[in-house]
Nanobody, 125 residues
Framework: VQLQASGGGVVQAGDSLSLSCVAS????????MAWFRQAQGKEREFVGA?????DSTYYVKYPFDISRDNAKNTVFLQLNELKPEDTAVYYC??????????????????????WGQGTQVTVSS
């Protein structure tokens, strides 16, 4: 599956921003989706994940929210109460929904076989 993230920009501290990630080339509902972020000079960090059918979300960083619209092949990341430390490139990622015995694995980059190109979010103070 191919992924295209969008929606980043420059915002003020306290603002909200909604990121989108559109998938193509696969049956979207068959994929768990996740968001990661990487700040300059730091390692990539897990932000949250959502199951293929959208019924469950996993380890979503507060006060952010993840949702998806399978009819539109799109997953969303709602960034609320943004702080300067939220400044990063945000990436969406997909993994084929298979049985998982430890949901903590959803936080691991190696679980995801497809990645979007990233969208920059900059939060000014």
């Amino acid at each position: 599956v191919q992924l295209q993230a969008s929606g980043g920009g420059v915002v003020q501290a306290g603002d909200s921003l909604s990121l989108s990630c559109v998938a193509s080339g696969g049956t979207f509902s068959h994929y768990d989706m996740a968001w990661f972020r990487q700040a300059q000079g730091k390692e990539r960090e897990f932000v949250g994940a959502i199951s293929g059918n959208g019924d469950s979300t996993y380890y979503v960083k507060y006060p952010f929210d993840i949702s998806r619209d399978n009819a539109k092949n799109t997953v969303f990341l709602q960034l609320n109460e943004l702080k300067p430390e939220d400044t990063a490139v945000y990436y969406c990622a997909a993994r084929l929904s298979t049985f998982i015995d430890d949901y903590g694995r959803l936080k691991m980059e190696r679980e995801y076989g497809s990645w979007g190109q990233g969208t920059q979010v900059t939060v000014s103070s």
